[in-house]
């Protein structure tokens, strides 16, 4: 059981490291402190899928990994 926990903790953290790298936010270090120019952008088709992806895989990782410590 734990090296299932294991093995699907290791899949889900290199899938969420995946598609934190797929998103396309900000190309430079000026957009971290607001140099962007956008005050506001929506997201929409693929972009909006690999943000909710995300946040379900992330979800699903802290689940994991607090499921790991009990056991």
Known sequence: ???LLLI????V?????????L???GSSLGSAFGGSGEFYSA????EKK????TVVLGTA???LALLN???
């Open 8 to 11: 699907s903790q290791i899949t």
């Open 1 to 3: 059981m734990n090296n």
């Open 61 to 63: 990782f802290i689940a």
């Open 43 to 46: 997201r929409r088709g693929a």
């Open 13 to 21: 953290s290199i899938s969420l490291m995946i598609l934190i790298l």
């Open 69 to 71: 410590i009990t056991i």
């Open 50 to 53: 690999i943000f909710w992806a």
């Open 23 to 25: 998103q396309q936010r």
